[in-house]
């Protein structure tokens, strides 16, 4: 059995805003609370490899792991997964970006499944994910919506 979650969000704020700062990997420590640092490894034309690094887990834990992101401005998708996979057997990740008459609507699909000494299985890990991706959607959201507020 594998994973498969899908969240999504609107943003008031155009597109391009939303895009820019989505993609802004550098920043994602302020874009999501559990992000500790991203740092960047190597960029190659709209495909960058990073290494995402969270804040400690309620047992005192770090986790941190190296992903590839490719991104398509014209089609407004990005394309990521996991290098170093960890729990995971494998993690793919599709962000989707549409312009809506309110603002931008952020549609995240993820596809995983676990190894079998994970953690938590696939059920369980379903379930963080989509207990955790609507709270960081918020986030990002308030994030952008405010810095649009104030871009003339």
């Not at 939303?18 to 990997?25: A, H, I, K, P, S």
Request: proline share 6%; glycine share 4%.
């Amino acid at each position: 059995m594998a994973g498969h979650t899908e969240n999504e969000i609107t943003i008031a704020a155009p597109v391009d805003l939303v895009w820019d700062m989505t993609n802004d990997l550098e920043r994602w420590p302020e874009l999501f609370s559990e992000y500790a640092s991203c740092e960047v490894l190597s960029r190659e034309a709209n495909t960058v490899t990073f290494r995402l690094t969270m804040h400690p887990d309620e047992n005192g834990k770090v986790w941190s792991w190296v992903s590839e992101r490719t991104a398509d401005r014209e089609k407004l998708v990005v394309r990521a997964r996991r290098v170093e996979t960890g729990p995971f057997e494998y993690m793919n990740i599709v962000w989707e970006y549409e312009e809506t008459p309110d603002g931008t609507r952020m549609h995240w699909t993820q596809d995983f499944a676990m190894k079998p000494d994970a953690p938590v299985d696939d059920a369980g890990m379903t379930d963080i994910i989509n207990r955790n991706s609507p709270i960081q959607m918020a986030l990002i959201r308030d994030r952008i919506e405010e810095v649009s507020c104030t871009t003339p």
